[in-house]
């Protein structure tokens, strides 16, 4: 119940596409869903983030769309760009008594090809 | 502001020997975490701390030990390393707001290898 799955596990995409990364999550107690990317070599960064009474959150290129009731929500990246490629995670995070539990998802590895 | 710094970057142990994975953060960081990453697998939770001088497990503490007795540095220690510990590690730190929204900053990681 404490997993995350992502899918697809990688993803090539052209350049000037969507890149599409899905995930899903049964604990409902989970209160925040943000998403990480991480270049080669690098730690993660938080790159957005939404909260589950928000259907869809949009900055730049990137959307999040979180379906509360299916327990599903993904990554959209608009015309993908070669600086695009790193892996993503989504995570789950749930409030605890002494810190804040995130869960995360296994990863996609994102290649945008020129 | 260098943020959430590692060292060393890269290390071979062999097994049954141990060692200090070292991190410190610049940010004025309550929460620190140390995770490990293992292909296909995410980022699991190694051991965490809300403060200094107060330390728990996460979901994967077995091997490892860690303190915090500054607000700054939190070093992950391994005792008798094993092939299973071979994986990359990643120390992280955050601000906890009492949300459950804080964001977590994470160190370039350490590449161990247990032969």
């Known amino acids: 119940q404490q997993q995350v799955k992502q899918s697809p596990q990688s993803l090539i995409v052209q350049k000037g596409g969507i890149s599409i990364i899905n995930c899903a999550y049964e604990?409902?107690?989970?209160?925040?869903f943000p998403w990480y990317q991480q270049f080669p070599g690098k730690g993660p960064a938080l790159l957005i983030a939404?909260?589950?009474?928000?259907s869809e959150k949009k900055e730049g290129r990137f959307t999040i769309s979180f379906n509360k009731s299916a327990k599903q929500f993904s990554l959209h990246i608009m015309d993908s760009q070669p600086g695009d490629s790193a892996t993503y995670f989504c995570?789950?995070?749930?409030?605890?008594?002494?810190?804040?539990?995130?869960?995360f998802g296994p990863g996609t590895s994102l290649s945008v090809i020129p | 502001n260098a943020g959430v710094t590692q060292t060393p970057k890269f290390r071979i142990l062999k097994i049954g020997q141990s060692m200090t994975l070292q991190c410190a953060q610049d940010?004025?960081?309550?929460?620190m975490y140390w995770y490990r990453q293992d292909p296909g697998m995410g980022l699991k939770l190694i051991y965490y701390s809300v403060g200094a001088g107060i330390t728990d497990k996460g979901e994967v503490p077995n091997g490892y030990n860690v303190s915090r007795s500054t607000t700054e540095d939190f070093p992950l220690r391994l005792e008798l390393a094993a092939p299973s510990q071979t994986s990359v590690y990643f120390c992280a730190s955050s601000l906890q707001t009492g949300t459950g929204a804080g964001e977590l900053f994470f160190g370039s990681g350490t590449q161990l290898s247990v032969l």
């Open positions: 604990n409902t107690a989970f209160d925040y």
């Open positions: 940010m004025n960081h309550n929460y």
């Open positions: 995570a789950a995070s749930e409030k605890k008594t002494s810190y804040d539990k995130v869960i």
């Open positions: 939404i909260r589950p009474d928000v």
